[in-house]
């Protein structure tokens, strides 16, 4: 640990414990003093609100459970140095009103992984597959047909699990056939994924040129890979993560092998909620802002069910706003 408070208070708060319960403990302390590093300040020091604020959202809790299991482990150490005199009830009191969905996600974070419209997400993809034949050898762009067709439908609002289950004969003159509802698609989108249906596979350079052929079955998406009937979310997860390194292998390339992390990275979840947090931002532009605890509108728009839950109703619509903060600087108009 960091001071000789801190081994003082693992020292009576674990004796007699168990070492894994203790080992546990001791990486949770090793990641909140990081970010103690980040931002210049201990929880020793006596933070403010606002201080408390910025800590908590720089371990990014994505649900209520990780929240207060984080909250947890602070609360019990700063009741240990009220106890001690080392800190105030003020400071305690200011750590223990903060709740769930006071802590805002990071900027950052959102402006890497989330796509602002579908036009920045299609130029993303189809830079993607120019680097790929122009720097690495790639010689026929449908190599990449699969997993830019489970990348268009997830924008348009189709999970993981629901592109994998898609037929050749789901297809419609204007979009897909999902559980039985159309899921309408741009005409570009729509032929692109009855071209890719009925293609057999693609070109490769291997002693020659050669026909890498998709496996043979009445879904959508194929692999020249799996001898499965149907591509699993976990090979199509796959897929997409050796997509997304052409990006930043070029990156690194042109950056004198820095890791810059501006770039964006390539998945499924976070291109999903991207196209539904674009469709959100044009309902609010023709009907006004979504407001909190509206949980029919909430419900409706972003299609969770969320059973009464609040923290996590609100959780997500902090998450559009998020969203909205980083690629939309006002509000729409009311």
């Known amino acids: 640990m960091s001071s000789s408070m801190r081994t003082k208070f693992l020292e009576e708060v674990f004796a007699g414990q168990s070492e894994k319960t203790a080992n546990a403990f001791y990486v949770k302390w090793m990641q909140i003093e990081a970010v103690e590093k980040e931002i210049g300040k201990t929880i020793e020091d006596g933070l403010c609100e ?9 371990f990014k809790s994505r649900t209520v459970v990780s929240f207060y299991v984080l909250k947890s482990a602070i609360m019990r150490y700063m009741r240990w140095l009220l106890e001690k005199g080392y800190i105030d009830a003020q400071k305690l ?17 959102y402006s890497r992984k989330f796509f602002k419209d579908f036009d920045s997400l299609r130029e993303t993809v189809e830079s993607m597959i120019l680097i790929a034949i122009d720097e690495y050898g790639v010689i026929d762009e449908a190599r990449y047909d699969t997993e830019v067709a489970a990348i268009y439908l997830s924008w348009f609002g189709v999970s993981q699990e629901d592109i994998c289950k898609i037929e050749k004969r789901d297809l419609t003159d204007s979009g897909v056939m999902v559980n039985g509802k159309e899921v309408y698609l741009p005409d570009f989108v729509s032929d692109f994924l009855k071209k890719y249906a009925v293609s057999e596979g693609f070109q490769q350079q291997s002693r020659g040129l050669m026909m890498r052929k998709y496996t043979s079955t009445s879904y959508l998406l194929r692999t020249c890979k799996t001898k499965n009937d149907m591509l699993s979310v976990t090979n199509l997860r796959t897929s997409i993560s050796h997509f997304s390194e052409i990006y930043n292998k070029y990156q690194k390339e042109n950056d004198d092998g820095k890791d810059n992390k501006k770039g964006h990275q390539l998945n499924l979840s976070t291109i999903y909620w991207s196209g539904i947090y674009s469709r959100a931002y044009e309902y609010e532009c023709e009907n006004g ?41 006002e509000d729409p108009k009311t």
């Open 50 to 58: 606002e201080n408390y604020i910025l800590f908590l959202s720089k």
């Open 93 to 109: 009191d200011a750590m223990a009103a903060l709740r769930f969905e006071d802590v805002p996600l990071d900027d950052e974070d």
């Open 289 to 329: 802002l979504i407001q909190p605890f509206d949980y029919d509108t909430i419900k409706k728009i972003f299609g969770e069910t969320y059973d009464q839950d609040r923290f996590v109703a609100n959780k997500r619509l902090r998450s559009y706003q998020a969203y909205k903060k980083v690629f939309h600087l």
